[in-house]
């Protein structure tokens, strides 16, 4: 198991070969009897972290499962997942939690994480197991009924403040319900009314913003936003962050590349919740990820089966893939990024905002083995067919995204190699 990695630049900056013990960690010295993976003109990276993931399994292994998600996570350069909660039955109890966790283990190819509902049964009524689900095998920290957002601010109250007794958060799926509800399909303005697609205004997901970051102002405790669309939730975030507030964001690639304006043909794979935005958006998301007003990039890696997605507009699934293509998509919309940027939204933050003390570290003799190798002067075409995803929602496909995933090392094993599954 142990293993050399020879002549990658680290964060893009000096060159050093990496060694790796029998253990699974970074050493200081060449194991004897290792195996040697040439890494001449790659960058390392501590492996990717995603807070936000959707495997489906348990209840829609037609669309993903623990392993396949895993797999679709280690081809795009992840060590760690946290699985969202919107499953059958829904993440709400330590068993429901632990199982998660164990079929994670099982797969073997990431960390997967579970996130705990918010909420039972994601009604947004009363709250779900918090306590025991922290208290299980599975360690939850991070809880959200993501799909759904807890409008309730009472409710959101009592969450917050309940979390905050062991360092847990709260990940917000921002959208109020009286503002934006399950009709609305499409950013609301000029071009959904041309449509006659029901419009998801950015209101709607601002005023849970500003709603929040005062809950969180006056509980003490953490929040998260999930998956901000809008450069008014950037306007907030700034604010609540000058003020010391204890909140932060994440972005999805798809908002920082892809615009409303796709929505013209009428393509359910461009459908997703937050809706795309106009260009406006797309620039403020992406100008406040570089300066740290948006902490993370999360995926949002939605996989629907067909039946589910290929229908009219208005009754497709919600959702998007983006977990094999996730730094790609980074490279492509921020070519001016350093590695060092890179590495610190996709890896080194999410994993502190997810509380995962093993991942997201140094790449120093000490630290556990989660490492990725990275092409930074490949291109990709993005092929739907060669994912290993069992869902096909992919709005990448056919494009050409910068850089290449080359290997994935998790805890000290090859789960790629090359890029294909080792
Ligand atoms: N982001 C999405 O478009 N879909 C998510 C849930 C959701 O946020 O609606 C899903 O679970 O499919």
Do not use: W
């Given at each position: 198991m142990s293993l050399v990695i020879k002549g990658a630049s680290l964060l893009g900056e000096q060159t050093r070969d990496l060694y790796v013990d029998?253990?699974?960690?970074?050493?200081?010295?060449?194991?004897?009897?290792?195996?040697?993976?040439?890494?001449?003109?790659?960058?390392?990276?501590?492996?990717?972290?995603?807070?936000?993931?959707?495997?489906?399994?348990p209840g829609r292994e037609d669309a993903e499962t623990i392993l396949t998600g895993s797999q679709a996570a280690a081809l795009g350069g992840y060590t760690a997942v946290l699985a969202m909660a919107n499953t059958s039955p829904v993440t709400d109890t330590a068993e429901a939690a632990t199982r998660v966790w164990e079929l994670g283990r099982e797969a073997g190819l990431v960390h997967v994480q579970p996130v705990g509902a918010v909420t039972r049964g994601l009604a947004g009524e009363e709250l779900a197991e918090l306590g025991l689900m922290h208290r299980s095998r599975a360690a939850v920290k991070v809880f959200s009924d993501d799909g759904k957002c807890v409008h309730d601010?009472?409710?959101?109250?009592?969450?917050?403040?309940?979390?905050?007794?062991?360092?847990?958060?709260?990940?917000?799926?921002?959208?109020?319900?009286a503002l934006a509800g399950p009709a609305a399909c499409c950013h609301e303005g000029e071009l959904s009314g041309r449509l006659g697609l029901p419009g998801w205004p950015g209101i709607a997901e601002e005023v849970i913003v500003a709603r929040d970051v005062m809950l969180a102002r006056h509980t003490g405790s953490r929040v998260h936003v999930a998956h901000v669309s809008t450069a008014g939730s950037v306007e907030v975030l700034r604010w609540a962050k000058a003020q010391g507030i204890d909140v932060t964001a994440e972005v999805t690639p798809?908002?920082?590349l892809l615009t409303t304006d796709l929505l013209t043909g009428y393509d359910p794979t461009y459908k997703?919740?937050?809706?795309?935005?106009?260009?406006?958006?797309?620039?403020?998301?992406?100008?406040?990820?570089?300066?740290?007003?948006?902490?993370?990039?999360?995926?949002?890696?939605?996989?629907?089966?067909?039946?589910?997605?290929?229908?009219?507009?208005?009754?497709?699934?919600?959702?998007?893939?983006?977990?094999?293509t996730a730094l790609g998509v980074v490279r492509t919309a921020l070519p001016d990024l350093s590695w060092a940027d890179v590495a610190r939204?996709?890896?080194?933050?999410?994993?502190?905002?997810?509380?995962l003390a093993d991942q997201g570290q140094p790449l120093e003799p000490g630290s556990p083995a989660h490492v990725v190798l990275v092409d930074p002067d490949a291109a990709v075409t993005v092929d739907r067919d060669a994912s290993a995803s069992l869902s096909r929602n992919n709005p990448w496909h056919g494009r050409s995204l910068a850089s290449r995933v080359v290997h994935t090392v998790y805890g000290g094993r090859v789960t790629v190699r090359d890029g294909a599954l080792a």
């Open positions: 029998d253990a699974g960690v970074l050493v200081d010295e060449a194991p004897s009897g290792a195996e040697t993976i040439d890494a001449e003109g790659l960058v390392a990276l501590p492996g990717l972290v995603d807070l936000h993931t959707h495997l489906r399994e601010a009472r409710v959101m109250r009592r969450a917050l403040e309940y979390v905050k007794a062991f360092g847990g958060v709260v990940s917000q799926h921002s959208q109020d319900p798809h908002h920082l997703v919740n937050p809706p795309l935005r106009p260009q406006e958006d797309v620039d403020a998301l992406r100008e406040a990820l570089a300066d740290g007003t948006i902490d993370a990039v999360a995926t949002d890696h939605a996989p629907h089966a067909r039946h589910d997605k290929e229908h009219a507009f208005v009754d497709a699934a919600f959702g998007m893939l983006g977990i094999e939204v996709m890896s080194t933050t999410p994993a502190r905002i997810a509380g």
